[in-house]
Structures are given as C-alpha cells and as structure tokens.
C-alpha cells in the first residue's frame, strides 16, 4: 500500500513564500484562497527570540474529520492516502471548513480576479477548474502525482524543506527523515493521523 | 501571525436562525405531545404545538438550504446517516416536518380526513414528539462531535439545547394560545416554563463553568463573560431570556401584559444563547513546539 506524506523541515524553512505562489500558481485559486500558508511567529521572548515559520497545508489525515463528517460523501480518501474533494458531489454546507482542526479548507463563495477588472489569460483557463459554492483544499497535487511527479509546493521550495514519499514504505525519504529527526504531526491528541510530518526546528 | 479570511469561517447568523426557528417549533412540538398524554383536554395546547412544530421548523430548514452552496446536490446530504451528523440531522427534520404537515392536514386542517379518531392522533402525536426532541438535541450532537472546537466538544450542549428548546416551545406556545386559554392551564404553562428556565439557567452555568476548566475553549468563555461577546451574553442571554421572562412569570401572577412580555422576552433570550454558542466558537490553536497559532483572529 501507499500513503503519501509531506515532510516538512522547519529548520531548513525561511518563511520565504515560494509553497504559497507556487502553489497559487498550480491551482490557479481565487484571491483569498491559499491551500497553502506559512504562519511566522515569535518564539521566545525578546532579547532571546528568533521567527518562527509554519508552512500549513491540508494534513490528508489517515482519520480525517471532514471525511468522517461529510453528509454528501463528497470528501473521500483514496487509497494511497490523499484526500480529495468531489465538486460535483459537495453541496457547500460548509460543515468541514467548521471541522477541520487545521482550517485548510476553504469555501469557494466566488471566484475573484487578483486585478479588479482584469483577467489573466491563465485566470481564464485556471478559474474553470473551480467550482462556485463548493469547498475546495490542497489534493497534494493529485494531477502531478499521477505523472509521476511531486506537488508543486515540494518542487519549488527554495531551501529543499519540503518531501514528498511513500510513508509505507520503511526505507523511502520521508519515513528515514521522520524517524531520524523525530517527525511529529500537528495536534496528535486529536486523533486525525495526518500524513504531513514536521521536523523540529532545533 | 498572518490569517486568511475565508478559513475563519463558523457558522453565520442563517445557521443562528435555523437553530432558533427549529428550537421554538421542535420545543413546542414536544410540549404538544406532553399534554396530549398528560392533559388531552387541553385540545388547543395540542393542536398549538401541532401548528407551530412543522412549519416553524421548515422555515428554519429553508434558511439552511439558504446557507448552502449548491442547493442543487442538497438531496444528497441524507447519503451517509452511519458517519455524519449533518445526514443525520436532514433525514431527523424531513421526517419531523414530514409527520408534521400530515398531522395539520388530518386533524386541523378543515377536510379532517381521518377524523376525530383521536387513539390516531396520540400514536401519530407520540411518534411527532420523538422527532420533536431529536430535531431539538441532534445539533447538540453535531457541535458536540465537532472535535476542533473545543467549546463544542461537551454533552452538555444536546441537554442545554433541549432545555432551551422545551422553554422556547412553551414561549411560543403560550403567545399563540394565550387568548383562549383559562387561567389554571395557562398556570400550568407558565409552571412548567419556569422549572425549564430554573434549569436551563443551571445548564449555562454548568456549562461555562466546565468550559472555564478546559484550557483551549476557556478564551471562548472569556469572550462571553467579559470580552466582545459579552452585551449579548449578559444582555440578551442573562437578563432578557432567563432574569425577565423568570420574574415576570413568578410576579405576574396570571397578568396577561406581562406573560406576554414574558415571553417575547424568552424567545428573544432563546436566540442569543444559539448566537452566543456559536459565536463564540473557537478553534483548537496548531501546537508548534510550545508556540500555540490561532487559526481564527484573536478578538481584543
């Protein structure tokens, strides 16, 4: 079996944004909407503080809560791991935007153009993919996935923080990294397993 | 910290007025049914919870499909009752307003088609009654199970939603049968109000009190009781919807005037707690090494 997963590492991750455009530029999402954000926080407290950085994208969690939530079943997991949203299934009770502990996903209420009164030739063609009145999130880039290829996210990032791999296979990047750095997911206590492992900062 | 406006989302105020139309018309539903088995004389209490339950509940289920996306796929949401609470909840109210109109049609109705068989009535009543309460605790059960948001998470909210339910009901209740009501059955409601208000005020208590202990929802508690959300929590919860309509109905002694008020008073009460509930919402902060990030801004 495969479970894909993302492996951030927070030590390498400068807070630079490149995830957040790339993948902006990847989904062609509507202004407003980003699948993927990097928090910047203070840790400690000044003299003795530094910037902290948070990249969050959708945890395609092994237990996920919108998942288990969904009247429609219009969110599924798929076999290898990845959540996905149904367009044409999702009827926009928004009910998993509420649920999800990790606020990744996001209800297209309508589809804006960046520049008011202009369209991009790449807006035209990106904004088709989306669906008004659905809720939409990051699909680990199932399209490039399925190529053969990684997320956009992973590919771009600038410091190489980002992996991507199979997390059931023992010897892969990602699960060597987690188990030598001592990966760790966001809020375990609640019980979702997510496939996005961080490692610490120090 | 930098924040995305469209992940802030908690419920909006169409949701708020679902759960306060589906409160007044679940509540008074149930109340219906009570005095159908306890006090069957009273025919116009009966019929009055008839007549207030499945319409005020429709219209409470047209703002929900209001609030949805694509109100197209809608039929969809009854698909997975074995997970979702939301399914759950759609086949509950379909069933409730369902029986409800079918009740209206044969007994209140002018063409009463199945006549004053009334053993009919009470079994079909009985039947109204239990979708009444689960119509009333089924959000309860869905903020309940609603893990990232601490505030939510606790078995208290079915019960408070009930109580407040009931109370509402007999709000509603009352204003519609206060005309032709005598006096000692209109006692008798306003009796049975006053225990729900005793306890639903016991239920917030207890309610924000275990809150208050919970380290993750103590700052949505804080934001009731002394922060933004505070003029409608001590305002319109505190003294409009427990202290008012309690005193009034204590002190009015049967006073038509101030039953009345009493009640308007409940009802406006019964829609800012649902507003305040939530409202105050928050979601668990992401733990990063110690450094807790809110996902929804942090109210001054």
Redesign the interface.
């Known amino acids: 079996m495969t479970r894909y997963a993302m492996v951030i590492d927070?030590k390498k991750c400068i807070g630079c944004d490149t995830c957040t455009i790339a993948c902006r530029a990847e989904n062609a999402t509507t202004k407003?909407?980003?699948f993927n954000?990097v928090?910047?926080?203070e840790?400690g407290k000044y003299p003795h503080s530094k910037l902290?950085f948070?990249p969050?994208t959708c945890m395609h969690c092994a237990k996920p809560?919108c998942e288990?939530?969904?009247?429609?079943?219009?969110t599924t997991r798929r076999k290898d791991g990845i959540v996905i949203v149904d367009k044409?299934?999702?009827?926009?009770?928004?009910?998993c935007?509420?649920?999800?502990?990790?606020?990744?996903?996001?209800?297209?209420?309508k589809i804006e153009k960046y520049v008011k009164g202009f369209e991009t030739p790449y807006e035209k063609k990106g904004h088709k993919r989306h669906?008004?009145?659905?809720?939409e999130k990051c699909d680990f880039c199932l399209k490039r996935v399925e190529r053969g290829e990684k997320p956009a996210c992973v590919v771009s990032c600038i410091a190489n923080a980002r992996y991507f791999g199979d997390l059931d296979d023992p010897n892969s990047e990602v699960s060597r990294l987690i188990a030598l750095r001592r990966g760790y997911t966001?809020?375990p206590e609640?019980?979702t397993e997510p496939s996005v492992y961080?490692l610490?900062?120090y | 910290?930098?924040n995305?406006?469209?992940?802030h989302?908690?419920?909006g105020i169409k949701i708020i007025l679902y759960l306060f139309f589906a409160g007044v018309g679940g509540g008074a539903s149930v109340v219906g049914t009570i005095f159908h088995i306890l006090r069957p004389q009273l025919e116009i209490v009966i019929k009055g919870g008839i007549i207030l339950g499945a319409p005020l509940v429709l219209i409470g289920s047209i703002f929900l499909l209001l609030?949805?996306?694509?109100?197209k796929?809608?039929w969809?949401?009854?698909?997975?009752p074995n997970?979702?609470?939301?399914?759950r909840g759609?086949i509950i109210l379909t069933t409730f307003i369902i029986l409800g109109f079918i009740q209206i049609g044969t007994w209140i109705w002018p063409f009463q088609g199945l006549g004053n068989y009334t053993n009919f009535h009470l079994i079909f009543n009985v039947i109204n009654g239990v979708f009444g309460v689960l119509t009333l605790i089924y959000t309860g059960f869905?903020f309940d199970?609603?893990?990232?948001?601490p505030f939510w998470s606790t078995p208290i909210l079915p019960l408070l939603f009930l109580v407040s339910g009931l109370s509402m009901g007999i709000f509603g209740l009352i204003l519609i049968t206060m005309g032709s009501l005598e006096s000692h059955s209109l006692n008798f409601l306003i009796q049975m109000d006053i225990i729900l208000i005793i306890l639903e005020a016991l239920i917030i208590f207890f309610y924000l009190h275990g809150m208050h202990e919970v380290t993750a929802a103590r700052a949505s508690v804080k934001r009731l009781l002394k922060g933004d959300l505070s003029y409608q929590f001590w305002l319109g919860v505190v003294f409009i919807g427990i202290l008012i309509p309690f005193f009034f109905e204590i002190l009015g002694g049967g006073s038509k005037s101030l039953t009345l008020i009493a009640c308007l008073a409940g009802l406006i009460g019964g829609f800012f707690v649902r507003f305040v509930i939530v409202s105050a919402?928050e979601?668990?902060p992401?733990?990063?090494?110690g450094?807790l990030?809110y996902?929804t801004p942090r109210p001054k």
């Open positions: 927070l407003g909407i980003l954000r928090f910047k926080f840790v902290g948070l969050v809560e288990k939530q969904c009247p429609t079943g219009a044409d299934k999702c009827m926009g009770c928004q009910y935007v509420v649920t999800c502990p990790y606020g990744t996903r996001y209800y297209l209420d669906k008004k009145g659905t809720v966001l809020n609640l019980g961080y610490p900062d | 910290m930098r995305n406006p469209k992940s989302f908690i419920f609030d949805l996306g694509q109100p796929v809608a969809r949401a009854i698909s997975r997970k979702a609470w939301i399914s759609t869905l199970t609603t893990r990232s948001i919402a979601k668990t992401l733990n990063v090494e450094v990030i996902l």
